[in-house]
């Protein structure tokens, strides 16, 4: 749990696991390989490295592009007879 973050998210990250072949390097073998099994499942979500200020200024555009094509469709939309 300690290196979560530095072995998922944004980036790639290699381990490579040593395991000797000698009979006394079984139980140290058995342990590097049972972390490296525990380090290859961890799963984590990327996110976009992103300035506080830049993501509020995309969200403001968005939504301003929104509203205009709200009013364009608005604006193209033929009168209703009510309102004669």
Known sequence: RILQDSLGGNTKTVMCANCGPAG????????????????KNIKNKPVINEDPKDAMLRGYQEE???????LSSMQMAPPSAGSA
């Open 64 to 70: 301003i592009a929104k509203l205009r094509e709200q």
């Open 24 to 39: 006394y390097n079984y139980d140290e073998t058995l342990s590097t390989l049972r972390y490296a099994n525990r380090a």
